[in-house]
T-cell receptor
């Protein structure tokens, strides 16, 4: 069966510090991968999606970036965090246009 | 531009009541529509997926319908239980050639014991 992992589960970082969140998927090949952010009291915002290794589409211009170094690995990064980057970050995967599956999420607090 | 709306934003019902959650979308050109459940501080769990050619899907006490031409979907929960308390979100997958899913802002459901 398929499994999606995200780490860390929670993170508290100072403004201006770097960020690296990792997501890995098991049990499937060539998935579409997604990074979403859920801010307090707001809906899900799509940040990045990838249809293959090295292929990244950015939805929101900001100080975040994403990379896909391996087929089932998706990384969200920042060189310098802003207060507005605080939120709940969710990784998800799908195959073709089918069902979307989410990971457990990472709660990021920027102080 | 596809927009997805969920009304009401919050709902409280007594245990045992049958209830309906609504999802509206502005563009009928979709591949599918999916309903999710989110518990506080957790990721989203997929409940039901309806393909554009389907009218409804059922899983246990849950039934989701899709009227693509009118841009509406409903999630029916029968005999609600306190364990059903969560936020319910719908998402559509447009046929616009990308793999993006567009989400509504959700309905926060509380089932009172």
């Amino acid at each position: 069966s398929q499994t999606i992992h995200q780490w860390p589960a929670t993170l508290v970082q100072p403004v201006g510090s770097p960020l690296s969140l990792e997501c890995t998927v098991e049990g499937t090949s060539n998935p579409n991968l997604y990074w979403y952010r859920q801010a307090a009291g707001r809906g899900l915002q799509l940040l990045f999606y990838s249809v293959g290794i090295g292929q990244i589409s950015s939805e929101v211009p900001q100080n975040l970036s994403a990379s896909r170094p391996q087929d089932r690995q998706f990384i969200l990064s920042s060189k310098k965090l802003l207060l507005s980057d605080s939120g709940f970050y969710l990784c998800a995967w799908s195959v073709q246009a089918d069902r979307l599956y989410f990971g457990p999420g990472t709660r990021l607090t920027v102080l | 531009k596809q927009e997805v709306t969920q009304i009401p934003a919050a709902l409280s019902v007594p245990e045992g009541e049958n209830l309906v959650l609504n999802c509206s979308f502005t563009d009928s050109a979709i591949y599918n529509l999916q309903w999710f459940r989110q518990d506080p501080g957790k990721g989203l769990t997929s409940l039901l997926l309806i393909q554009s050619s389907q009218r409804e899907q059922t899983s246990g006490r849950l039934n989701a319908s899709l009227d693509k031409s009118s841009g509406r979907s409903t999630l029916y929960i029968a005999a609600s239980q306190p364990g059903d308390s969560a936020t319910y979100l719908c998402a559509v997958r447009p046929t616009s050639g990308t793999y993006k899913y567009i989400f509504g802002t959700g309905t926060r459901l509380k089932v009172l014991a």
